[in-house]
C-alpha cells in the first residue's frame, strides 16, 4: 500500500521520550520527503518536523525544536521521530505523510500525497 503506517505512539510522563516510526515500505519509489504532522485535541493539525528522503534537509517547528529529532532508517526504508522531554502540550494523535515529488517551498508548506492513520501520543504529569 502507499499509505505510510505509524508506530510507536503511547503514554509518557512529562520529561520521558518516545520514538515514533513511519513505515514507508509501501512504497518502493517516488518519495521526496517525509512530514510528521500532529493534532491535539480539539485543535487544528499542526506541522511537527519534516525530513527529505535523502536525509539531506531536515525542518522542524519552534515548538520542538531541540527537543525532537527526525531522522531517516534506510535499512528499514522508514522515517523516525525521536521525541525527548516531552511535555502535556505534546499530546496528540501524531501523523506521518509522504511527499512523492520535490517542490519549491519549505517541506512544512508542501501539500503531502499519503497519510497515515495516526498513532496516538499521550503526555501526562
Known amino acids: 500500500q502507499a499509505r505510510p503506517v505509524e508506530s510507536g505512539g503511547g503514554l509518557v510522563q512529562a520529561g520521558g521520550s518516545l520514538r515514533l516510526s513511519c513505515d514507508a515500505s509501501g512504497r518502493a519509489f517516488g518519495i521526496y520527503a517525509i512530514g510528521w504532522f500532529r493534532q491535539p485535541p480539539g485543535k487544528e493539525r499542526e506541522f511537527v518536523a519534516a525530513?527529505?528522503?535523502?536525509?539531506?534537509?531536515?525542518e522542524y517547528a519552534d515548538s520542538v525544536k531541540a527537543r525532537f529529532t527526525v531522522s531517516r532508517d534506510y535499512a528499514k526504508h522508514s522515517a523516525d521521530l525521536q521525541m525527548n522531554s516531552l511535555k502535556l502540550e505534546d499530546t496528540a494523535v501524531y501523523y506521518c505523510?509522504?511527499?512523492?515529488?520535490?517542490?519549491?517551498?519549505?517541506?512544512?508548506?508542501?501539500?503531502?500525497?499519503?497519510w497515515g492513520q495516526g498513532t496516538q501520543v499521550t503526555v501526562s504529569s
Open positions: 505523510a509522504i511527499r512523492k515529488n520535490s517542490g519549491f517551498g519549505f517541506l512544512r508548506s508542501l501539500p503531502y500525497d499519503y
Open positions: 525530513i527529505t528522503w535523502s536525509g539531506t534537509t531536515t
